[in-house]
């Protein structure tokens, strides 16, 4: 059974939901337009290339609004990611943007450490996010004033609170339009747009990430159970979805 077929189900209020989401984006647009007529949007979208990602995306190319797309391609994603973000450049209105990690920093990190660090400790496995995601996120967010995600409150426990606008870091704003939705409500947009999606989708990866850091869940799991399965639940965030004020300062150091 597909992940549409196992998950498209929409809620009562999903029409309302989908409209207070177009209608977050386009302000967003508008609120962050270049401030100079030819230069870049001062907003991007940040994508995983997971199921609210691609929804996100979706609705910017099919709204025409001027935000580019940047993907974190980390070095250590699935062969079914890099396929998914392949297609993605290829049709989208949007300009999307690759950010990899400083070669040096990855191969001097796998000289010391190993290739399998992230399971040695959990101190080495935000090392290892901080090289391959966190680095590359503050050049990603560079010159933005605000950024698109496709955080859920219905994901875990550490999001339940996730606003629609999080301006707690002033110099870079969150915008999260899909906060409110469900996991059938994704879903749902998905069949109903026939949009593409990440394969691994139909294997039972809700949440995909490094290919070392994910693996499938099973029937009654948690929905992020299958990120860093070996840790504690408390620990699982890589630090781009904590507060961003402390962790870009950390980033640039």
Known sequence: MSAVELNARAAADF??????TTALLQQAARDYAPLTPGEAA???????????????????NTLQLDFGIFVLETGMLHPETLDLLTRLRATSRAPVEVF????EAVVEFVKREGKDAMYKSITLRKACCQIRKMEPLSRALAGKAAWITGLRREQSGARAEVPLIDSTDKASV?????ANWTWGDVWHFIA????????LHDQFFP????????RAISVGEDFRAGR????DEAAKECGLHVAQSSILSKALT
């Open 15 to 20: 029409e309302a939901k989908l409209a207070q």
């Open 100 to 103: 990899t990690p400083t070669t």
């Open 192 to 199: 109903l747009n026939k949009i593409d999606y990440n394969p």
């Open 228 to 231: 860093w399965w070996w840790e």
């Open 174 to 178: 969150k915008i999260n339009p899909l």
């Open 207 to 214: 949440s995909i990430g490094c290919a070392p850091c994910t």
């Open 42 to 60: 001062r907003i991007s979208q940040a994508s995983s290339l997971g199921a609210e990602d691609m929804v996100l995306s979706h609705l910017i």
